[in-house]
């Protein structure tokens, strides 16, 4: 005899038939199990909209910054007192310069993806800004060629880590259906950070007889991290890597904070959330890992495309901001350029 509860079965219940009938399979039961009713939601000092708001600034924040970057160079590369510091460097030592911190953001993203599974999403991108912190300070106080490149590969290195995390952050931890406006601003605001950095390097030229023309436009970076490295404790961790790693009450009590204040864990939307996430991560366990060869192939989920529409505009974005210090990098070299 059926029951009528039995005809509206969640995507949770179909995946748990799937591994009842295996004793061995506990490495998937273990994830599925039901929190303990007793368990009350532990309410943060932010709650809905408050919260989802916080992350989006602080996410918005860190994209400003990844903007930011790119063009920070090109707007103190012409400077007298950038030259003079580094005894006017060639056009190839400037290159290097300029070009390595693309190579430091490589590196980065390879880390990050070696590493965000262990640490998480806000582990990570904490890191990443200590890292960038650390490169800040070195191109800051730099003095010579040498350390100046040093500071931009370290830089680099923490920006591309951040530029990895902050997406899928922000990303598991809003609705679906807010994804595609928030990929919206994060594309503009990575926008707005190059001219920010140009108007930044015309406001300190005034002084360009000085090294503070060129060393507070790098130093501004930090601005940026302070921000992020304050918010960053008050804010939850990603509830889908949570779920990931047999944290499920800590994911449901995220839910039910992104819900709004006062929400219970036993609300039918954060219960909802809940079921889709376990199921989610009981299918990826039952796929098993990825290989490589998966990702460069089309198949059924397009895989291929997928990628090649995601990777494809990060990889322009760095495009007219290389043209434009390669452009003042060869001008540099008969005429220092100076801002009136």
Known sequence: MTLPDQKKQSPLAKLNGLFASSASSSRYTHLSDLEDPSVSQKNGPLTGSTLRGSIAAVCGTAFLLFGYDQGVLGAIIGL??????FDNPSANIEGIIAGIYDIGCFIGAI?????????GRKGSIMRGC?????????QTSATESVQLIIGRIVTGIGNGINTVNVPVWQAESFKSHNRGALLIVQSALIAFGHPLSTFMGLASSQAHRSSFAWRWPIAFQGVFLIVILVALPFLPE?????????KIEEAVEVFARLEGKGVSIEHPSVTHQRDEVKASVQQELLLGSASWGEVFTEGKSRNISRVLLGAGPYMYVPLPHTLADRTLIFASQDEPVVWH
Not at 80 to 85: G, I
């Open 111 to 119: 880390v990050a993806f070696l590493t965000a599974d262990h640490y």
């Open 238 to 246: 990603s509830p889908r890597w949570l779920a990931q790693n047999d």
């Open 130 to 138: 200590w890292i960038m912190v650390v490169g800040t300070i070195l």
């Open 80 to 85: 007298p007192s950038f030259r003079t510091q």
